[in-house]
């Protein structure tokens, strides 16, 4: 069965830093990139960062930049979002998806079921 579970959200102050776990099971980690998304009240799901466990491969949406980094211990299957400098803004539901990227659009194996991060002003 193909797995990911998220872990490591909470209650943060702003400035304060959180860092969310991504573990997979069930399925060839380095086949698939790892990305998190997020999803605000009354938002639309957007992008946070990417990572290709094959290769090291990273990218980041621009309001993040500098603040996170996305990294991958492949003897875990787990891929790891350091979130420094939290902001307000950066509250959200928190998920992770393995998926894989075929004529430019992105074909998702497995979702996780999220992990809330709250950032208090």
């Known amino acids: 069965e193909v797995q990911l579970v998220e872990s490591g959200g909470g209650l943060v102050q702003a400035g304060g830093s959180l860092r969310l776990s991504c573990a997979g099971s069930?399925?060839?980690?380095?086949?698939?990139?790892i990305g998190w998304f997020r999803q605000a009240p009354g938002k639309e799901r957007e992008v946070v960062s990417c990572i290709s466990s094959k290769d090291d491969m990273t990218t980041y949406a621009y309001s993040v930049k500098g603040r996170f980094t996305i990294y991958s211990d492949n003897a875990k299957n787990t891929v790891y979002l350091q979130m420094n400098s939290l902001k307000t803004e950066d509250t959200a539901v928190y998920y992770c998806?393995?998926?894989?990227?075929?004529?430019?659009?992105?074909?998702?194996?497995?979702w996780g079921q999220g992990t809330q991060v709250t950032v208090s002003s």
């Open positions: 998806n393995a998926h894989q990227v075929r004529n430019g659009f992105m074909v998702v194996l497995q």
């Open positions: 069930g399925f060839t980690f380095a086949d698939y990139l």
